[in-house]
């Protein structure tokens, strides 16, 4: 979690590009590493035999919250401007 926020943390602050895109990249595999360990600590602290659907309701936010608005928010950016 510590390098995600120390490449992302930088990058409104540089107008060199390769510096923002290698930071980017940095951004997006340090999050991508971090996010399957958060999502088994969080199944470890339910019930044995309620693993199943805690992993599909946290399957599910994951869709609705993060995934799904995604479209909808760029395209309302690219709209605005």
Do not use: K
């Not at 926020?5 to 991508?32: D, K, V």
């Not at 992993?55 to 479209?71: E, Q, W």
């Amino acid at each position: 979690m510590m390098f995600t926020f120390l490449s992302s943390a930088p990058i409104p602050f540089i107008t060199n590009f390769y510096a923002i895109i290698l930071l980017f990249w940095c951004l997006c595999f340090f999050s991508g590493a971090f996010q399957p360990v958060m999502h088994g600590i969080i199944l470890n602290l339910v019930e044995y035999d309620e693993i199943t659907t805690a992993n599909s309701f946290a399957n599910m936010c994951y869709n609705i919250f993060g995934y799904f608005p995604a479209p909808l928010v760029y395209g309302a950016i690219y709209d605005a401007g």
